[in-house]
């Protein structure tokens, strides 16, 4: 049996504060390994990677570079090449729209989203296409929340090019069939960027088996600090992409009229990193694999489980998740009957309960979903 209790206790913020907090979707707490770690960084090996020929610097590197090595076994990627770090998700999705979007969209060719898309994953397609004279398309929900196959196979055609979706909706928790959407795109010749910013804290990520061309993801959200987050690609296509971001350490030799860029991950991690970002992202995976994704699993399911027979219970209340509890992880969204969502979280935190709410999803799901 988890002891769950002493889980809590490696959380300093929820020793201090008397919260149930239920906003990991937005941003996770930190634990003290993690919070440590980063502090042991600055006190001891605050130095720039890549950039000094002397010890301290020398240190930084190594410190830098074994943490992408260990996010590469992390997700499975063949080498660390194909692991940038980025500031987040949101930064990841607009490298992959300017550097690769950009210069791989034509008029006439299709851009595939799902309506569940966080807007970092739809605003930055919007741009491609407006610019590019491409059409943006969208997979819509049925009434159980979820994408059907018929609706992944009539929207992803011959003529699509990129298709974006997420690996689970921050919005409503539904898992998607990512398997199929990738096998779909593929078969069309169309490369997949994969958002794996909720997925991630809660199920193993084997890029390899997914096959997704892209995939990113926030430390932010798996007990990382803010401001850090990963690219992954696969290595041909990063080698054939533009930089997105241009400065130090990305180049290679500088001339007056031009510049040759540095090989990969450099390429794409212009001026001085969040070094301390990264160690954090480092120790947060060690968290996570030392408390084993078998047993957060264990914890969610239980505690999805019981919220959902109780909020069912209440006839004020509508929820909006999958019936399909296998293709639902942990975000619950819901509605209550003429009370706005701001008043609703603004109450629960007065009894010290810490929840999301946005107007636009839960008072018109029908309108924005379109199922």
């Not at 990738?182 to 997925?199: G, M, P, R, T, Y």
């Not at 130090?248 to 991950?265: C, N």
């Amino acid at each position: 049996m988890i002891d769950v209790e002493e889980i809590r206790k490696d959380f300093p913020i929820l020793q201090k504060r008397n919260i149930a907090y239920l906003d990991n979707g937005a941003t996770t707490q930190k634990p003290n390994s993690v919070i440590e770690e980063v502090c042991n960084f600055y006190k001891n090996f605050n130095a720039n990677p890549h950039r000094g020929t002397y010890a301290l610097s020398m240190e930084a590197t190594e410190i830098y570079d074994n943490t992408r090595a260990k996010v590469q076994k992390f997700i499975n990627a063949k080498n660390s090449e194909e692991v940038i770090f980025t500031k987040n998700a949101s930064e990841s999705l607009n490298l992959i729209a300017y550097s690769y979007g950009m210069y791989n969209v034509k008029k006439g060719d299709e851009i595939v989203l799902s309506i569940m898309e966080h807007h970092s994953n739809l605003v930055p397609w919007q741009k491609v296409a407006q610019t590019t004279g491409a059409t943006l398309k969208y997979m819509y929900i049925n009434e159980n929340f979820e994408i059907s196959r018929e609706e992944i196979e009539s929207k992803i055609t011959p003529n699509t090019k990129i298709v974006g979706i997420t690996h689970i909706s921050n919005s409503l928790g539904t898992i998607n069939d990512v398997k199929h959407i990738i096998e779909c795109a593929h078969k069309n010749n169309a490369i997949v960027v994969l958002d794996c910013s909720q997925s991630i804290p809660h199920m193993k990520i084997d890029v390899q088996d997914l096959d997704a061309d892209f995939i990113t993801f926030s430390g932010h959200k798996m007990l990382a600090p803010l401001g850090i987050g990963v690219l992954y690609s696969k290595k041909q296509l990063l080698e054939n992409m533009t930089p997105f971001l241009m400065g130090g350490d990305m180049i290679e030799y500088v001339y007056e009229q031009e510049t040759t860029f540095a090989s990969l991950p450099n390429k794409f991690e212009a001026g001085t990193q969040n070094v301390g970002g990264v160690v954090g992202l480092g120790s947060a995976i060690d968290y996570i694999e030392k408390l084993g994704y078998d047993k957060i699993q264990e914890i969610e399911k239980a505690v999805v489980k019981y919220a959902r027979e109780e909020l069912s219970k209440l006839d004020y209340l509508s929820l909006y998740m999958t019936p399909n509890e296998k293709n639902h992880s942990s975000v619950i969204s819901f509605n209550m009957n003429g009370i706005h969502p701001h008043d609703i979280a603004s109450i629960l935190d007065s009894e010290g309960v810490c929840i999301r709410s946005r107007k636009s999803l839960y008072t018109a799901t029908y309108e924005i979903f379109k199922y």
